[in-house]
């Protein structure tokens, strides 16, 4: 086996995470097609020569994205405040104002739009699971994957976040993405930190979609050996993401070296990894002999590997995207429900799936009338 980012066959196995769904955010319509989602295994492993961890049985075949899949968080205040400080910051950086602007993977158009309003610019991106309808006139939106996009891509600024740990062979679509580009196009990429896995404990972020996680390390590796010259590489949305600036250069790039601090997480990260699953088994198996009535919070990426690790007992899930409401958790079959529903079966226990929302729910709690225990996952 060789890592998907620098093709090294100096690769050590993590952590066996076994059968998970295949699209965790796919809306199941009830509760046995929930139930009945496809399965594909997961077995992380960790590239020592660049600092990557992926999934070394992934099966790209099987996951196929449609409109059916919902993954927006535009939902929440506080990432849409996060999205809209982004978009200010890239607007002033890059000096984007009447530009024109490109975003790989732009879903359903939130970013883009953000992007566009914060400078006066045009905007044009593309997603398969685009369902249409975004009715901002700046944009041109079509729904279509990155190979389907016939010709040269011309903007003063490609942005992509959170596509590239969706792809089985990374090195190769920066690769493609920067041949389309003209020599000293900006590109700016956000991924999931596997940092916050390794280094704090984040593992509900590990999902069968995610092929890879990229380190500040292997991020730099796919982005010099694509011919994309790095610039800078910053953490953000409390240490969740990575944001990487680079250009499109024509001179070609020499890789970073590894990370020694990496490899040592690496190492301890099985242990890390069963110690949390066994002590969330236990504290919902102490809830559940007590009759608690416990609901999670957050039916996400994060929600949806909490419930199939550990959360089978879980009697509900909250979100606030509308969309989700009245939907099922693919793999387990719980209700997506709205906060309010909570008013009608209060918890005893709620269980926050991200630690960037805590006051967020807390407050939406404290609004309803409750004072349900709270703990983060
Ligand atoms: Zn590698």
Same mark, same amino acid.
């Given at each position: 086996m060789?890592?998907?980012?620098?093709?090294?066959?100096?690769?050590?196995?993590?952590?066996?995470?076994?059968?998970?769904?295949?699209?965790?955010?796919e809306?199941?319509?009830?509760?046995?097609?929930?139930?009945?989602?496809?399965?594909?295994?997961?077995?992380?492993c960790f590239?020592?020569?660049?600092g990557?961890?992926?999934?070394?049985?992934?099966?790209g075949?099987?996951?196929?994205?449609?409109?059916?899949?919902?993954?927006?968080?535009?939902?929440?205040?506080?990432?849409q405040?996060?999205?809209?400080?982004? /978009?200010?910051?890239?607007?002033e950086?890059?000096?984007?104002?009447?530009?024109?602007?490109?975003?790989?993977?732009?879903?359903?158009?939130?970013?883009l739009?953000?992007?566009? /309003?914060?400078?006066?610019?045009?905007?044009?991106?593309?997603?398969?699971s685009?369902?249409?309808?975004?009715?901002?006139?700046?944009?041109?939106?079509?729904?279509?994957?990155?190979?389907?996009?016939?010709?040269?891509?011309?903007g003063?600024?490609?942005?992509?976040?959170?596509?590239?740990?969706?792809?089985?062979?990374p090195?190769?679509?920066?690769r493609?993405?920067?041949?389309?580009l003209?020599?000293?196009?900006?590109?700016?990429?956000?991924v999931?930190?596997?940092?916050?896995?390794?280094?704090?404990?984040g593992?509900?972020?590990?999902?069968?979609?995610?092929c890879?996680?990229?380190?500040p390390?292997?991020?730099?590796?796919?982005?010099?050996?694509?011919?994309?010259?790095?610039?800078?590489?910053?953490e953000?949305?409390?240490?969740?993401?990575?944001?990487?600036? %680079?250009?499109?250069s024509?001179?070609?790039?020499t890789?970073?070296? =590894?990370d020694a601090?990496?490899?040592?997480?690496a190492?301890?990260?099985?242990?890390?990894?069963?110690?949390k699953?066994s002590?969330?088994?236990?504290?919902?198996?102490?809830?559940?002999?007590?009759? %608690?009535?416990?609901? !999670?919070w957050?039916?996400g990426?994060?929600?949806?590997?909490?419930?199939n690790?550990?959360?089978?007992g879980?009697?509900a899930i909250?979100?606030?995207?509308?969309?989700?409401?009245?939907k099922?958790?693919?793999?387990?079959?719980q209700?997506?429900?709205?906060?309010?529903?909570?008013?009608?079966?209060?918890?005893?226990?709620?269980?926050?799936?991200?630690? %960037?929302?805590?006051? =967020?729910? !807390?407050?939406?709690?404290?609004?309803?009338g409750?004072e349900?225990?709270?703990?983060?996952?």
């Open positions: 060789s890592c998907p980012v620098c093709k090294s066959a100096d690769v050590l196995d993590l952590v066996d995470v076994g059968d998970m769904p295949i699209l965790c955010n809306l199941c319509p009830t509760e046995e097609v929930a139930r009945e989602v496809p399965l594909g295994a997961i077995q992380l590239c020592r020569n660049c990557h961890v992926f999934n070394g049985v992934f099966d075949s099987k996951v196929e994205y449609s409109p059916d899949y919902e993954n927006s968080l535009h939902c929440s205040g506080m990432f405040r996060y999205a809209d400080d982004l /978009a200010t910051h890239l607007v950086r890059y000096d984007l104002r009447n530009k024109r602007v490109i975003e790989v993977g732009c879903g359903q158009g939130d970013f739009s953000s992007l566009c /309003a914060a400078g006066d610019n045009t905007g044009f991106g593309f997603d398969p685009y369902q249409g309808g975004n009715d901002d006139p700046r944009l041109t939106i079509r729904p279509l994957s990155f190979s389907e996009v016939e010709g040269k891509l011309v003063d600024l490609v942005c992509c976040r959170h596509v590239l740990e969706h792809i089985d062979e090195t190769k679509f920066l493609a993405l920067a041949s389309k003209e020599s000293g196009t900006a590109v700016v990429f956000e999931p930190n596997v940092l916050f896995t390794l280094r704090d404990g593992i509900w972020d590990i999902i069968y979609e995610h890879g996680y990229f380190s390390s292997s991020l730099r590796h796919a982005f010099q050996l694509a011919g994309l010259e790095v610039h800078e590489l910053e953000s949305f409390n240490g969740q993401f990575l944001v990487v600036h %680079a250009k499109v024509d001179t070609v790039l890789a970073a070296s =590894e601090s990496l490899e040592e997480l190492a301890s990260f099985a242990d890390t990894y069963r110690d699953v002590q969330w088994r236990k504290e919902l198996g102490d809830a559940h002999a007590e009759g %608690a009535r416990v609901v !999670a957050g039916a990426s994060k929600g949806n590997t909490f419930l690790l550990v959360g089978k879980v009697s909250v979100d606030i995207n509308p969309k989700k409401r009245g099922f958790v693919a793999g387990t079959g209700p997506i429900v709205a906060p309010e529903h909570l008013v009608e079966y209060p918890p005893a226990l709620v269980v926050i799936m991200n630690p %960037a929302y805590e006051t =967020e729910i !807390a407050a939406s709690l404290r609004k309803l409750l349900p225990r709270l703990l983060v996952a």
